[in-house]
């Protein structure tokens, strides 16, 4: 199969060979046949994808630990089971009495699974510590040709949460909501309103995340990013110079909005 990196002359990989059971790669992670039988943690509705996703940690220590902001246990093993959102004849992701989305056809597992070695042929600007990625589809099989680069890089900035995104979400419900002050933006159904706000130059811009998706601001020219934002909290960056600031959403990149200084 392709691998995610070539980095080691083929002597070298000989040489790991008698250390480690194989090279850095989706192939390292089975198929997690019993995820029905992990712990079910968080369920996302994607308004960006129309999809509606079920996440589930290998054990409860695993989500204790995501619970109080820890890294993840050795072995850990977290599984994001994505569905198609039904939609109507619009196009629309119908949404039940709750108003959360229902689950259609199912598209692939995506896991991440931590273990001590793992990770160590990555090069330090794509290593995320001891996690590797991989993605089954609904037949149960790797999926080769999937983007690993991307899993590395999206989860990447989220070192602080052991890299994984979703523990913003779970601390945030756990630590309740707070009250965010007066928004210069709101984000809702994963939009930014409104979409091209007006600032001043040295005022900084609060956004608010309505949404029960965990969202962060990030501005592609200065490459700054706020914290991740869960429902209620809000996320302020300074704008010191006049200009047009394109921004998205770190963690939806499909999210876009502009700040305009002046
Ligand atoms: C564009 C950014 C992005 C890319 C690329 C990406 N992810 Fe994620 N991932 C997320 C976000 C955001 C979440 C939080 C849950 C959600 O919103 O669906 C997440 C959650 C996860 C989770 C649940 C645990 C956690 O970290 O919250 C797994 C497992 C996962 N992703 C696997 C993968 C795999 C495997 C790949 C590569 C094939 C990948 N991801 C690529 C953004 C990304
Ligand atoms: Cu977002």
Redesign the pocket.
């Known amino acids: 199969m392709k691998r995610l990196l070539r980095p080691l002359a083929l002597g070298a990989v000989a040489a790991l060979a008698l250390s480690s059971p194989g090279t850095a790669g989706p192939d390292k992670i089975q198929y997690p046949a019993n995820w029905k039988d992990h712990v079910q943690y968080l369920i996302?509705d994607?308004h960006d994808v129309k999809q509606y996703?079920e996440?589930y940690a290998s054990s409860q220590a695993a989500v204790d630990a995501m619970k109080a902001g820890r890294p993840l246990p050795d072995g850990t093993v977290?599984?994001?089971v994505q569905y198609k959102a039904q939609v109507d004849a619009a196009g629309v992701p119908v949404k039940d009495a709750k108003g959360r989305f229902v689950k259609g056809d199912l598209i692939a597992h995506?896991?991440?699974q931590k273990k001590a070695g793992f990770g160590a042929e990555y090069p330090p600007e794509l290593r995320n510590g001891d996690w590797e990625?991989?993605?089954f589809g609904p037949d149960t099989k790797l999926n080769e040709k999937?983007?690993?680069k991307?899993?590395f890089e999206?989860?990447k900035p989220h070192e602080k949460l052991d890299?994984?995104?979703?523990?913003a979400a779970v601390r945030g419900v756990a630590m309740g909501s707070m009250t965010a002050p007066k928004p210069d933006v709101t984000i809702a159904n994963f939009t930014f309103g409104p979409n091209k706000h007006a600032a001043t130059v040295g005022q900084p811009v609060t956004w608010v995340n309505n949404d029960d998706?965990p969202h962060q601001i990030t501005v592609l020219s200065t490459k700054e990013r706020s914290a991740i934002i869960t429902k209620g909290q809000s996320a302020v960056l300074p704008f010191n110079t006049a200009g047009t600031y394109e921004y998205i959403c770190g963690?939806?990149?499909n999210m876009k909005g502009t700040v305009e200084v002046k």
């Open positions: 996302v994607r996703r996440l977290l599984t994001l995506a896991v991440m990625y991989a993605v999937a983007n690993y991307a899993c999206c989860h890299y994984v995104i979703s523990l998706s963690l939806h990149p």
